[in-house]
C-alpha cells in the first residue's frame, strides 16, 4: 500500500479545506403571513403553502 513521501504543508490543507465551511441558509418571505421561511416549505407560522392551508397550526 503506497504511503505519502513527504507531509502536506498546512497551506495545501487550507486549501482543500475552503470548501468544507456551511452555507447561510436561504430564506424567503412567506406570501400569507410576511415572516420568513425556507423555500418550497410549509411555513411554520401560519401553515399555509402554495396558497392554500397544508397544515393546522394551534393558535396561542
Known amino acids: 500500500m503506497p504511503n505519502p513521501?513527504?507531509?502536506h504543508s498546512k497551506t495545501r490543507t487550507a486549501k482543500r479545506?475552503?470548501?468544507d465551511a456551511l452555507k447561510a441558509v436561504g430564506l424567503s418571505e412567506c406570501p400569507h403571513c410576511?415572516?420568513?421561511k425556507r423555500?418550497?416549505?410549509v411555513c411554520a407560522?401560519?401553515?399555509y403553502y402554495r396558497g392554500?392551508?397544508?397544515r393546522a397550526v394551534d393558535e396561542e
Open 5 to 7: 513521501k513527504r507531509r
Open 17 to 19: 479545506r475552503t470548501h
Open 34 to 36: 410576511h415572516e420568513p
Open 39 to 41: 423555500p418550497h416549505r
Open 45 to 47: 407560522n401560519c401553515g
Open 52 to 54: 392554500r392551508q397544508a
